[in-house]
């Protein structure tokens, strides 16, 4: 069990999260994100990244039912930025895809085997090939041969992903309580309070996004 300061950050059961890490400055995000319909926590400014958190990890996160890794690819066109989309599911699979501006740089799959089930063949990690050019995206060239060799190693039984994504994020300089947003809308554990996010739904704060929200929500899945 993974345990970030005092308080539990996965369990038996483990987590599913998602975060957009975005290098432009807030306000270009937050305003982004608005033109995109995002649903979710963004965060504030730490170490050069911004951070969102969406509501549906799985799911439909933005108009247009963009996934994370859609509206990743958005965001980094739109503000011709650095983007790196997160993906933890129920910390079994860590997934992973950077973007350059309208240049992708890495499509990352931790468990081959997790993530496509019905393939006999699928096995172990892929996408190893782009970690030198995350490295490179996240400001830490020199990083990239480890950074090859930890999304390469095969977990244990007893780690998890988000173990795997706390030793990426301290590699690359990235706020490690992102292991911890499944916690939001409640204080994220060693991270920002809860009132240091904006809260978006369907691109729009307080009661207009309550409203507009409920009016999206039968279009945009869970899963």
Wanted: charged share 25%.
């Amino acid at each position: 069990m993974t345990v970030y300061g005092t308080e539990q950050v996965a369990g038996p059961e483990g987590l599913t999260y998602a975060v957009l890490l975005v290098r432009p400055p807030r306000a270009a995000v937050v305003a982004a994100l608005t033109r995109e319909r995002f649903s979710g926590w963004v965060g504030p400014a730490e170490s050069g990244w911004v951070s969102a958190v969406p509501d549906r990890p799985r799911g439909h996160v933005a108009a247009r039912r963009r996934r994370v890794a859609d509206l990743g690819a958005v965001v980094a066109r739109d503000l011709r930025a650095a983007v790196v989309a997160v993906l933890v599911q129920r910390d079994e699979l860590l997934r992973l895809w950077g973007y350059d501006a309208a240049t992708g740089v890495i499509a990352y799959v931790s468990d081959a085997h997790v993530a496509f089930p019905d393939d006999e063949d699928a096995y172990g990690a892929l996408g190893l090939e782009g970690a030198r050019g995350l490295a490179t995206l996240a400001g830490h060239p020199d990083a990239a041969d480890e950074l090859t060799e930890l999304l390469g190693e095969e977990l244990g039984e007893s780690e998890s992903e988000s173990e795997r994504l706390m030793a990426v994020c301290r590699l690359l300089g990235w706020p490690q309580w992102l292991v911890a947003v499944d916690s939001l809308p409640r204080r994220v554990p060693g991270g920002p309070d809860a009132d240091a996010f904006t809260r978006l739904r369907a691109g729009r704060t307080g009661l207009p996004g309550v409203l507009t929200a409920r009016a999206v929500a039968v279009v945009r899945r869970n899963e």
